[in-house]
């Protein structure tokens, strides 16, 4: 079995991080003591690379109904700069996966699946997308990056220059960093 790489992975080495296989991606487990680590979450703040989280973009005239179709929550009270969590179910109602999905404009949708699942995500919501929408896998064109902690909010003001004091939980904002788009979401 292939074990993946995130794009910071040589960073995590460089740093010291004691790599372990997970989920089929080599992800740092810890730097230092995992004690010093869970204070530092506590009282300041921690980065954990979540690269390995799939990125399944539902785009095209009608890639709401396909959302909508998808999930157990209501996406129409979605709009862009606004996440929603939910459940992915099955027709005889089983749960595919749980999931973020992002509206990123009226006609596409950014949905987070957890790493395991990517490709059965992406297989199933193929499978009932008589929608005709466009359903594309991007998690290899995407890294993420989580920030928590009390001071996540400061952190993320200092080395982006921006003020997300005032996003609100399943909230977003569009950045461009470089030649790249990023999203910051809460």
Not at 70 to 80: A, H, P, Q, S
Not at 163 to 186: M, P
Request: with cysteine; charged share 25%; net charge negative.
């Amino acid at each position: 079995m292939n074990v993946e790489k995130t794009p910071i992975y040589d960073e995590h080495v460089k740093n010291n991080g004691r790599m372990i296989d997970f989920a089929g991606w080599m992800l740092p487990v810890e730097y230092t003591k995992l004690i010093e680590e869970h204070n530092a979450v506590r009282n300041s703040s921690g980065i954990f690379d979540v690269s390995h989280m799939g990125e399944i973009l539902i785009s095209g005239e009608n890639a709401k109904a396909l959302v909508q179709y998808l999930l157990v929550n209501d996406i129409e009270k979605l709009y862009y700069g606004r996440a929603m969590y939910s459940p992915m179910c099955y027709q005889n109602g089983g749960i595919v996966d749980d999931l973020l999905v992002y509206m990123l404009d009226d006609d596409e949708y950014l949905l987070v699946v957890n790493a395991s699942n990517t490709d059965k995500d992406f297989a199933w919501i193929n499978s009932v997308n008589k929608f005709s929408a466009r359903v594309e896998n991007l998690s290899d064109k995407y890294f993420q990056i989580a920030v928590q902690g009390p001071q996540s909010v400061s952190v993320m003001e200092d080395v982006f220059d921006i003020n997300v004091s005032d996003l609100k939980s399943f909230h977003f904002i569009e950045l461009k960093l470089g030649d790249c788009r990023a999203i910051v979401s809460r």
